[in-house]
């Protein structure tokens, strides 16, 4: 997802998109971003890759040419932060206006209207019996075809800094190889739920902040999650500094990585288990990491020089099933090219 809006116009997206200069004063680019903000990025089981726009909806590469699904079209809003696809072959779009589901021709679109009950969608997972579980700015529901059902989270016990509003909003959720569910939550950490009970973990479990914005497991099945300063949410501009950064869980303990530039005291939106096993790791202002089970590898260097110093606000990553490295930042859409963070505008290059 997906991350830091604070300081932009989408008040009610704070923190999904890291902010930079591209908030003001823009930097004519020489190829015309997608959007200004790509915030998901996902292949279907035919190929397609599609991404998450802040602003145009869907936009979509076939393989020929880049086509968007917006409000125009039938899309419920134009911010779509989360696509899924399920059993069927429908894609399921959350945005911040509410759920989409599109079966290639019509959409069917679900808000408060519908029993949603809160339209700030932030996550959409599919389970592997079916279920569909939505994470909002409100909580978690689930969808089982015809109705929508509150399914209440826990409250670790923890201390909240005054100014923390946002422990409801559910970030991402995940399904794990052994059927256990993932729920990411900014404020309160995450927890596991084992179709019985529910496990905490928060940063007195060594996670690097209870602002947790990103989740993923990997081949050994280590869970690994991404997590954003609380600090940054102070009203002091001066007091905006703390911890957060990369954790990864082993099933006993949790780890952090101190020594590695950005992954420590800073902010990780996106994680990504790559096809041959390698973690994918955006950290904020600095590049994007591969991590090989040894050693991480920066990529930092872009062709998008308006994009620095402030560096990248990396929002999803993804490989695709030809091996290429997609890249939603704040600044339009990336890909891994000769070891350089390429951008790619409206007309590719693609390929």
């Not at 497991?217 to 500094?241: A, H, L, M, V, Y």
């Not at 955006?282 to 110093?309: I, Q």
Request: glycine share 12%; net charge positive.
């Amino acid at each position: 997802m997906k991350k830091n809006l604070s300081r932009l116009f989408f008040c009610a997206l704070v923190l999904l998109a890291a902010a930079h200069p591209l908030c003001s004063g823009q930097t004519k680019v020489a190829q015309e971003p997608i959007d200004q903000y790509v915030v998901e990025v996902f292949e279907d089981s035919k190929g397609k890759l599609w991404f998450g726009t802040l602003s145009k909806g869907a936009a979509c590469y076939d393989g020929k040419k880049l086509s968007y699904l917006s409000t125009k079209q039938g899309l419920i809003g134009n911010a779509v932060v989360s696509i899924v696809e399920d059993r069927k072959g429908n894609m399921w779009f959350g945005t911040q206006s509410g759920l989409s589901k599109y079966d290639g021709k019509t959409f069917t679109n679900f808000s408060r209207k519908e029993g949603l009950m809160n339209n700030q969608v932030s996550d959409v997972l599919i389970d592997k019996k079916g279920n569909v579980w939505v994470g909002t700015w409100g909580g978690v529901f689930r969808f089982n075809g015809s109705t929508f059902s509150s399914f209440p989270l826990p409250t670790p016990n923890l201390q909240l800094l005054s100014y923390q509003s946002t422990m409801n909003w559910v970030t991402e959720i995940m399904e794990d190889k052994r059927g256990n569910i993932w729920f990411c939550r900014d404020g309160y950490g995450a927890c596991k739920f084992d179709g019985k009970s529910f496990t905490h973990f928060t940063k007195k479990d060594g996670l690097a902040s209870n602002n947790v914005q990103a989740i993923q497991e990997d081949n050994q099945g280590n869970i690994w999650f991404g997590s954003r300063i609380t600090e940054k949410d102070n009203p002091d501009p001066k007091s905006r500094t703390g911890d957060g950064g990369l954790s990864r869980y082993d099933g006993k303990k949790i780890i952090q990585y101190p020594a590695v530039e950005g992954l420590s005291k800073n902010e990780t939106y996106a994680i990504h288990t790559g096809r041959s096993g390698k973690i994918w790791i955006g950290a904020n202002r600095v590049g994007a990491y591969c991590y090989d089970g040894k050693k991480f590898t920066l990529y930092g260097e872009t062709d998008r020089a308006d994009l620095m110093p402030y560096g990248y606000g990396i929002q999803a990553i993804l490989e695709d099933s030809k091996g290429r490295i997609w890249l939603g930042l704040s600044g339009g859409l990336f890909r891994l090219k000769d070891s350089k963070i390429a951008h790619m505008g409206e007309n590719g290059p693609w390929e």
